[in-house]
């Protein structure tokens, strides 16, 4: 089964920028969607972002757009989350998963990693 472990949380500023990065193993890179969702303490999960297996192309959230961008390296099986212009709202914990639908009201993931935390400060 494939596994997933993020990384790259930590504390920052609003307006900052930081990268996170998502290992994954035990499966075939690019066979399944993979994407991002955000969970802050009390709220409901939020989702992202996705990149189909079929032709690597994205979806992001309106939400999000124009800030976050999600990328991968085959090579490496990681994918990534480009985090731009931070704001306080966006503090959570962020988890990549395998996703088997996105966008609307279609999101559904299959496994997802522990998460990484991201904290902004005002």
């Known amino acids: 089964q494939v596994q997933l472990v993020e990384s790259g949380g930590g504390p920052v500023e609003t307006g900052e920028s930081l990268i996170l990065s998502c290992s994954t193993s035990g499966g075939e890179f690019g066979s399944d969607a993979i994407g991002w969702f955000h969970q802050a303490p009390g709220k409901e999960r939020e989702y992202l972002t996705a990149?189909?297996?079929?032709?690597?192309?994205?979806y992001i959230e309106e939400f999000v757009k124009g800030r976050f961008t999600m990328s991968g390296d085959k090579a490496k099986e990681t994918i990534y989350l480009q985090m731009n212009n931070l704001k306080p709202e966006d503090t959570a914990v962020y988890h990549c998963?395998?996703?088997?639908?996105?966008?609307?009201?279609?999101?559904?993931?299959?496994?997802w990693g522990q998460g990484t935390l991201v904290t902004v400060s005002s």
């Open positions: 990149m189909s297996g079929t032709d690597g192309r994205t």
């Open positions: 998963g395998t996703v088997t639908g996105y966008g609307g009201s279609s999101w559904t993931f299959g496994v």
